[in-house]
Every structure is written in structure tokens, then in C-alpha cells.
């Protein structure tokens, strides 16, 4: 209620003081009823073994819904992760189809600049080949983003994030 400077009340600043009284009683009483409701019913459960019976029944199937929707919310969290997981799986064979074909490329730009091999060496040539080609880093995700210096030598939580969402909420877990 707002505060007036002076000793008396217009007409409507009365009518709005006398407002919010009754605001505040009725408020008061169905505050009062509400209680006396309350404790009426647990009079009633006391007393009445068989409306503790029906109550105890209906309570029962009131649990058994809640608990058939979260059984449909789990298994419609199921359907969910098994689509992240075939999504996941999907990128990483087409990740695996890249790295090898770059790899066979690799190779095929580094047969032509050997010389042909005798037949006795072929296989001294072919381990001085493997210690010689320098190993090249393929960039199959795109650019990288920052992430845990733990987490240096793995590719996969940066092209992995790429399709997550910010208000869905993805579990991971880690084998140390």
C-alpha cells in the first residue's frame, strides 16, 4: 500500500486501503479452509480403515502412472542415443573412408619416385620406405578448437562436438 504524507485519506486512497483488506481476508480464509481441508482428510484416513484402503489404492495408481511416464520418457531417451550413436558411428566410417583414402594416395604420389626394386631387395626397399615417409596430420574435422590438454592426442571430442546442442544434455563416459 502506498504511504501518504498528512493525517488524512482521500475517497480513494480509503477505498483502496479497505481493497486490500479484504484482499488480504479473503486471502486469510481460504488460507483457513484450505488447512481445515487438510487436516479433515487425515481425520478421515485415521479413522475410516476403508478409506485408508482407497486412498492407498488410489495413491498406488497415481505412482504406477508417474511411473509409466517416465518408462516412456526413458525409452524415448533410448531411441534418442541410439540415433546419436548410429549418427556418431556414420561419421566415423566416412572419417575412416577419408583417412584411407588420403593414405592410399600418399602412397600411390610415393611409388612413382622409387625406382623399381629387384626382386631380392623388395623387401629392404619396402621397410626403408615405411622408416622414411614422413607421417602427415589429415585434418578430417575441419578446424580445431580448444580442448583439454589431456585430451591432445584424440580427435574425436572436437569432430564429435560439432552436433551437439547447447540446451540437450549428452552423456559420455571415459575408460582411464
Known amino acids: ?3 501518504f504524507k498528512g493525517k488524512f485519506l482521500d475517497f ?3 477505498l483502496e486501503v479497505a481493497r486490500y483488506d479484504i484482499q488480504y481476508c479473503d486471502w486469510r480464509a481460504r488460507q483457513d479452509l ?7 482428510e487425515k481425520v478421515v484416513e485415521v479413522l475410516n480403515p476403508l478409506a485408508r484402503d482407497y486412498k492407498s489404492i488410489g495413491t498406488m ?6 511411473l509409466q511416464d517416465e518408462l516412456a520418457q526413458a525409452h524415448r531417451q533410448v531411441h534418442i542415443s541410439e540415433a546419436r550413436v548410429a549418427t556418431a558411428l556414420d561419421k566415423l566410417a566416412y ?3 577419408l583417412v584411407n583414402d588420403r593414405l592410399l594416395q600418399d602412397r600411390k604420389q610415393a611409388e612413382p619416385d622409387q625406382e623399381s626394386p629387384s626382386p631380392s631387395t623388395s623387401t629392404q626397399s619396402l621397410d626403408t620406405v615405411k622408416h622414411k615417409s614422413p607421417q602427415k596430420n589429415l585434418n578430417v574435422s575441419g578446424p580445431v578448437q580448444p ?3 589431456r585430451l591432445k592426442n584424440f580427435w574425436y571430442p572436437v569432430a564429435f562436438s560439432t552436433d551437439l546442442k547447447d540446451d540437450t544434455m549428452v552423456s559420455y563416459s571415459f575408460q582411464l
Open 1 to 3: 500500500m502506498p504511504q
Open 12 to 14: 480513494y486512497q480509503a
Open 34 to 40: 484450505l488447512t481445515i481441508m487438510i487436516l479433515h
Open 61 to 66: 495408481k497415481k505412482e504406477l502412472a508417474e
Open 95 to 97: 572419417m575412416e573412408e
Open 147 to 149: 580442448y583439454h590438454p
